[in-house]
DNA sequence: GTCTATAGCTCGATAGAC
DNA sequence: GTCTATCGAGCTATAGAC
């Protein structure tokens, strides 16, 4: 499979993330999960950066700028897990790294793993924003093949959903990276019918 | 199978929620829906009950007391369709109840469910909270039988995952109520090896 | 059980020096 | 790019009258 090449404008990121910014971006991701867009505040981010919230503000002018690049982040990950998948020669070996990809972004992450994308404040731009538009169709298209209408988009976020919520969900707090990686591979495949 | 009897203490609510109280819940989960917990402030579910803070403040002593409400409200929901499943006689019967009566609670309440137990600061306290531990271990008994380990948890993260993670997932976004159970159910069974 | 009024604080955001 | 200092608004929570 090919990656496709697309112009610059239609990418995730326009590829001009300062390292400041990519700090800035860091320390709100971790806060943003552990307390939520709207219960964190410019003020926390910049403590936890050591530095004063007009220098936060040097970086993005807005809280919601940052919450938007924090989801654009999130995003791109998940569509550097595609294009590393589209790699395979094969649909079917590409459909099995995407899930293996899927499993460890969702394992690796668990604290931070859709949090951002869940909160109702992101949550409600997704469906009209392109870039989201765009990774969800790939990730459709190498799950499923071009199987299509409803059945197909309830499929896709059936295997999203429970990949990550499975991840985050309190039942599996105890359990180990490893174990959980083990336990998720298998049952995601099998919910594809890939085995 | 028999609705097993609790001692009050164990239940979910205490049964001790008057009419007031219910009202103050049921407009905080809509706005913490919309706008997240952190993002939800007393005057907003004030302004949407029609009456000024100190009235919310005479029904719980404070925002915390009111997300755990609320939190505990949406359990309630969750248990009632386990009691009501487990009112079939056969395994079988009722597993595929609690299917059904989880595929229509995260349908018709798209909008509303999980959004309160996935938020950050009341997922943080989940594990830990006896009341959600024994949903969660009525809901795996259920759903898996007695099948041990971490294989039957994360099996039900999963299920429960992808259920009402489908439902509120942009890509479903567009669906109608009756397209989007029309769908989750079979793939829900399917998931669980019992079609 | 609802109101007005207010305390005390933190919020997001800006100005301007270095 | 970081700082200090500040603004006005909004926040949680309380006091006390009706």
Same mark, same amino acid.
């Given at each position: 499979?090919?990656?496709?090449? /697309?112009?610059?404008?239609?990418?995730?990121?326009?590829?001009?993330?300062?390292?400041?910014?990519?700090?800035?971006?860091?320390?709100a991701l971790d806060?943003f999960?552990?307390?939520?867009?709207?219960?964190?505040?410019?003020?926390?981010?910049?403590?936890?950066?050591?530095? &004063?919230?007009?220098?936060?503000?040097?970086?993005?002018?807005?809280?919601?700028?940052?919450?938007?690049?924090v989801?654009?982040?999130?995003? @791109?990950?998940?569509?550097? &897990?595609?294009?590393?998948?589209?790699?395979?020669?094969?649909?079917?070996? @590409?459909?099995?790294? /995407?899930?293996?990809?899927?499993?460890?972004?969702?394992?690796?992450?668990?604290?931070t793993?859709?949090?951002?994308?869940?909160?109702?404040?992101?949550?409600?731009?997704?469906?009209?924003?392109?870039?989201?538009?765009?990774?969800?169709?790939?990730?459709?298209?190498?799950?499923?093949?071009?199987?299509?209408?409803?059945?197909?988009?309830?499929? &896709?976020?059936?295997?999203?959903?429970?990949?990550?919520?499975?991840?985050?969900?309190?039942?599996?707090?105890?359990?180990?990276?490893?174990? /959980?990686?083990?336990?998720? /591979?298998?049952?995601?495949?099998?919910?594809?019918?890939?085995?």
């Amino acid at each position: 499979m090919s990656t496709a090449e /697309l112009p610059d404008t239609q990418r995730v990121n326009p590829g001009t993330a300062t390292a400041a910014q990519g700090r800035v971006i860091a320390a709100a991701l971790d806060l943003f999960a552990r307390h939520g867009v709207g219960g964190t505040s410019l003020q926390m981010i910049a403590d936890e950066l050591g530095v &004063t919230k007009a220098a936060v503000y040097r970086q993005y002018k807005t809280k919601e700028q940052i919450a938007l690049a924090v989801a654009d982040a999130e995003l @791109a990950r998940m569509e550097a &897990t595609i294009d590393d998948a589209e790699e395979e020669q094969s649909w079917a070996g @590409a459909r099995e790294r /995407l899930l293996i990809n899927m499993v460890n972004l969702a394992v690796e992450r668990r604290q931070t793993v859709g949090v951002i994308l869940m909160d109702p404040g992101i949550a409600r731009l997704a469906p009209k924003n392109a870039s989201f538009r765009r990774v969800m169709g790939r990730m459709r298209r190498l799950l499923l093949g071009n199987e299509p209408g409803p059945d197909g988009a309830v499929r &896709t976020a059936m295997v999203i959903a429970a990949i990550s919520g499975a991840a985050v969900h309190p039942l599996a707090f105890d359990l180990d990276d490893d174990t /959980l990686r083990a336990q998720l /591979l298998p049952l995601a495949k099998r919910f594809l019918d890939l085995t």
